[in-house]
C-alpha cells in the first residue's frame, strides 16, 4: 500500500482520537519512523506531506539524508552513543533520547547551534529500557540550565509492550503529569510542552492522554 493511502488512514484515526479528547488534529505531529525502509520508501514519505522522519543510526541517517529531499525535519529517536554526537548532532533537529549528563555534556561541546531535546523518562520501569527514572526527572531538568547547546521541548517515554489498555494509558498518563509539573517552573532552558509518546500499536491512547509528537513506523511506511 502507498504510504499516503496509510497516511490517510492514520489522519483518521488521529482525528478520532483528537475529538474523543477534545483537541484539535493539529496539536498532533506524526515522527514517520523510516530508519528499517528504503531512501525510495522515505522519499514516498516525505511526497506524501509527512515533515517529520524519524532516524536511530548515524550511518544510515547521513545516507538517508543525503538522498532524500523536501521539507523535512529529522528526529534522532533511538538511544545516542556519547562517542557519535559528533556525528549526528548538528544534522538533527529533534533528540528524542536524552537521558543522562554525559550525553548533555558531549552535545554542548560538539553542537553548533541549540538543539531541541526531548528527555527519556522510564516511566514503565523495565530494566531493558533507556531513560530517567520520573522521581530523578525534575532534578536532572534543573541541572540543564548552565547548558545553553540544550532546549527540553519536552518529554519521551515508550509504554509497555502488552495488550492491557490501562497499562499503556496509565503510562502515558504519568508522562503527562510530569510535563506539567516540569512546565510549570517556567525555566528559560526547559519549556517543557511537548510529549513524545505513542506509536503504531497505542498513538490513540496516546493521542487521548496528550501527545503532541506520536513515532508511527510498520503502519505507515512499513517494516
Not at 493539529?26 to 511526497?47: G, H, L, M, W
Request: charged content about 25%; some cysteine.
Amino acid at each position: 500500500m502507498k504510504v499516503s493511502e496509510k497516511l490517510e488512514n492514520i489522519n483518521k484515526e488521529i482525528y478520532s482520537a483528537c475529538e474523543r479528547a477534545g483537541r484539535q488534529p493539529d496539536t498532533v505531529k506524526i515522527v514517520a519512523v523510516t530508519k528499517y525502509v528504503s531512501n525510495e520508501r522515505t522519499q514516498e514519505a516525505v511526497d506524501a506531506g509527512l515533515v517529520h522522519l524519524g532516524e536511530n543510526r548515524p550511518e544510515g541517517f547521513h545516507e538517508k539524508k543525503e538522498a532524500v529531499s523536501g521539507n523535512i525535519k529529522w528526529h534522532y529517536i533511538g538511544s545516542l552513543q556519547s562517542r557519535k554526537v559528533k556525528n549526528v548532532i548538528n544534522d538533527i533537529d529533534y533528540l528524542h533520547s536524552l537521558d543522562r549528563l554525559s550525553l548533555v555534556k558531549e552535545i554542548q561541546k560538539r553542537a553548533e547551534h541549540q538543539v531541541d531535546c526531548f528527555i527519556q523518562i522510564n516511566v514503565s520501569g523495565e530494566e531493558q529500557k533507556h531513560g530517567l527514572s520520573p522521581e530523578n526527572a525534575a532534578h536532572f531538568v534543573e541541572d540543564l540550565a548552565n547548558y545553553d547547546k540544550i532546549n527540553v521541548v519536552g518529554l519521551m517515554t515508550m509504554a509497555p509492550l502488552t495488550e492491557d489498555e490501562e497499562v499503556i494509558r496509565s503510562c502515558f498518563k504519568q508522562l503527562a503529569v510530569l510535563r506539567d509539573s516540569i512546565a510549570a517552573k517556567n525555566l528559560q532552558h526547559a519549556p517543557c510542552t511537548e510529549l513524545s509518546m505513542g506509536m503504531s500499536n497505542d498513538f490513540t491512547i496516546a493521542i487521548e492522554e496528550g501527545a503532541t509528537y506520536i513515532r508511527i513506523g510498520s503502519s505507515l511506511v512499513g517494516e
